[in-house]
């Protein structure tokens, strides 16, 4: 068998503003304490970078990035999905923000070629299992697996199961955890619909999820942990994080952790020649004109493009490219950013012995040192 190329990113938030100049928009009323219409946000954007012409075609918010998959030709596309897919008007009680993209507007990731939306995460049910209900069937209609929420915990649990092209599969398992902001009460139970929830990082969980994976897998798959972890801000791993994200690759037999929650990206390790990505920061989303947190250059983004040997017979490769969001569409990122991510990646990186390098104009590399 041939080598398998993935393409993971971080958070795809196509709601609110996003929403808003896609071509059918939903309903723009908000529930937040300042903002009270999505179209607020694409006000701001505009003040920021110029005017957005709308409705956008459906590829638009991708930019180049549409480039990039051409070029690079992944077998696999996979994101955090974190909006609800949904014209439901169920807010969820006491949650601060509410993100949901109108049915219609699921084309958008069709426009990229999204094989898998991961969903364990702290927005899926912004609106409601109704809202849940709503997100999963417009997902399936378009031909986009799911991974990481269900119609109780069984499916809940289930990986997304992608076949490649060529020969074998990918099986994609997605956990949220409360520490990225995912409610309690969103755990999918016997009876329930909800998330996949992750308790902790003890060894008792890398068992569970261990056991899990060997009932799935067969020979020559590879296998995705996509866990929702942590905060919004911030470079540190701690140190129980880190001996999770090892023991799922040497215990598990996980081929890639693919963690995201972090609205930058984080420090990547390659742990027994397999990729952790701690937090592979925001991909898509209507931050734009919002100040804060400008140190982390938020307004930047990454595609990860991992290839690797599903017999395990050779090294992973793990090539970056560097976009920055403007107007609502992903541009490659000016030469001083992409020495700003390179620098970025060569300081989190050395305490998980991984080194950075420029590998073409608005790529990098990433290897073990």
Known sequence: MSTIRLFLCGDVMTGRGID????????????????RSALDYVELAERRSGAIARPVPPGYIWGEALSELERHQPDVGIVNLETAVTSSDDA????????????????????????????????????????????LASLRAAGIA?????????????????????????????????????????????NRSGVALLHDCSAASVERLRDRISVERRSGDVVVMSIHWGPNWGYEVDAERRRFARALIDQASVDVVHGHSSHHPMAIELHGGKPILYG?????????????????????????????????????????????????RLGYAPESDLDWLLAMLRREGRSSGTHAVRAGEHELRVSAD
């Open 280 to 328: 592979c920061g925001d991909f898509i989303n209507d931050y734009e004109g919002i100040s804060g947190y400008e140190t982390y250059r938020p307004d930047l983004a990454l595609m990860y493009f991992v290839t690797l040997d599903p017999t395990g017979g050779g090294p992973v490769q793990l090539r970056l490219v560097a976009l920055m969001r403007k107007q609502f």
């Open 92 to 135: 969820w009680p006491g949650k601060a923000v509410h993100y949901r993209m109108h049915p219609a507007n699921v084309i958008c990731l069709g426009a990229a070629g999204v094989d898998c939306a991961v969903l364990a995460n702290n927005h899926v049910l912004d609106w409601g299992r109704a809202g849940l209900a709503q997100t």
């Open 20 to 35: 808003q100049i896609l071509p059918s928009p939903g309903q723009p009323g908000l529930h937040e304490s300042f903002v």
């Open 146 to 190: 799911v991974a990481g929420a269900g119609r109780d915990s069984r499916e809940a649990a289930l990986p997304a199961v992608l076949p490649v092209p060529h020969g074998g599969r990918i099986l994609v398992f997605a956990f949220a955890m409360t520490s990225a902001g995912t409610p309690s009460n969103w755990e999918a139970t016997g």
